[in-house]
């Protein structure tokens, strides 16, 4: 499969100036480069950090800019994260503050901050979908995550500060419990406007990340994705039929990853897709962890996935901003996938769909969207 990673691009929509670093080199120096530019503070939140050559780069720059006087703050989530206290030692050391979302093996082990949010100086923000690994960071010759990252500078920067801190005071808070953090995603308030910071989690009703996404799917014409891992509820998955039977839904998923019940699982609701003529893609050139949703002129960038987790459980950070040109040129960014990806014909899927693969496809929708991550790396199934 011939794909190469786009160079970076910039956006100006809404007031907001938009940077978006498709290729892991990229987005590794713009990281760095956010962490360098520090005068007054740094905001970090990642779900996976590894004890490897890039978190040591980043740990290194961090301990610098405390060293400056920078004000560095990193939560971890206590389940995705390796690296923990005895590694960021030297920051700590230099000044800077490390902190868990939580333990391992708590109550609330089935939550997990699976957001990606970096803060500087309260004036510009970094999030997507890739974490702190070489891996993220790799090419796909390299075998590396093909994902995306935003630097963004506009008002959506102080609601992500707003809730950054909303989180770092229940982590140093003496109450961790669940309904706690349900209280804080129900409370989040994204305003109406056109940029929108929208948060998922666990809460009765839906939250602002999928409230906001299934209203937009809701009469929607059009609608193109890039996504990672892709099983979600019936009802989601209906209204993406519904958009689908007007002749607009392209899709481009997973074809390699790390977990491959994961792919299974998204493999298990290609009959009812394709049956309302939506397009399908499977990106095979490398493994695939972008998040990225257009919905008419409504783009979605972030750290969640399309999938039961993402929606309803995790804590994801999404941004929302309505702006038809930037939407126009995030839908040519997909579109840039498709020299590596297979096309997903009702001939190719029919040729798959054996009997042995739609049970191994149907479990893998129960363990991914029911179980958890964990579980499903673990078993794969033989996908």
């Known amino acids: 499969m011939e794909f190469t990673e786009p160079p970076p691009f910039t956006v100006e929509a809404q007031g907001h100036t938009l940077t978006f670093y498709p290729a892991g080199r990229d987005r590794l120096a713009a990281l760095l480069g956010l962490i360098a530019s520090a005068k007054t503070s740094i905001r970090m939140c990642f779900y996976i950090f590894a004890k490897d050559v890039s978190g ?31 590694f960021f030692a030297p920051m700590c050391e230099a000044g800077g503050r490390y902190s868990c979302f939580s333990a391992k093996w708590s109550q609330r082990y089935l939550i997990r901050n699976h957001q990606k949010i970096v803060v500087v100086d309260d004036r510009v923000a970094m999030i997507g979908g890739f ?8 090419s796909p010759k390299e075998n590396g995550w093909v994902d ?52 998922g989690g666990p809460t009765r009703g839906l939250s602002s990340w999928a409230r906001c996404v299934r209203t937009d799917l809701t009469g929607a014409k059009k609608l193109d994705m890039i996504m990672a891992y892709f099983s979600p509820a019936n009802r989601s998955l209906r209204a993406i039929g519904t958009v689908a039977r007007r002749g607009g839904v392209r899709l481009v998923l997973a074809g390699k990853s790390d977990n491959g ?19 399908i893609w499977e990106f095979a050139a490398t493994k695939l962890h972008t998040k990225l949703i257009v919905i008419d002129d409504k783009s979605y960038i972030g750290s969640a996935n399309f999938d ?73 199934l033989g996908l």
């Open 56 to 86: 040591a780069a980043v740990r290194d720059a961090l301990s610098d800019a405390a060293r400056r006087g920078v004000a560095v703050d990193l939560l971890l989530d206590g389940f995705g994260a390796d690296a923990g206290e005895d």
């Open 261 to 279: 019940a994961t792919i299974g699982a998204t493999r298990s609701l290609y009959d009812y897709l394709l049956k309302r003529r939506a397009k």
């Open 308 to 380: 039961m987790r993402s929606l309803f459980l995790n804590l994801e950070v999404m941004l929302r901003i309505e702006d038809a040109a930037l939407a126009e040129r995030l839908s040519r960014h997909i579109d840039d996938h498709l020299a590596g990806s297979t096309h997903i014909t009702p001939a190719l899927h029919k040729k798959r769909a054996g009997l042995l693969n739609r049970i191994r496809w149907n479990a893998s929708w129960f363990l991914v969207a029911v179980v958890d991550y964990t579980v499903s790396r673990r078993l794969n």
């Open 131 to 138: 974490n702190v690994e070489d891996s993220y960071f790799a």
């Open 148 to 199: 995306l990252g935003v630097v963004l500078e506009g008002s959506a920067v102080s609601d992500l500060s707003r809730w950054y801190d909303r989180l770092d005071a229940w982590v140093h808070g003496k109450r961790h419990s669940w309904r706690e953090v349900r209280r804080m995603v129900r409370e989040w308030d994204p305003g109406s406007g056109p940029v929108r910071v929208l948060i």
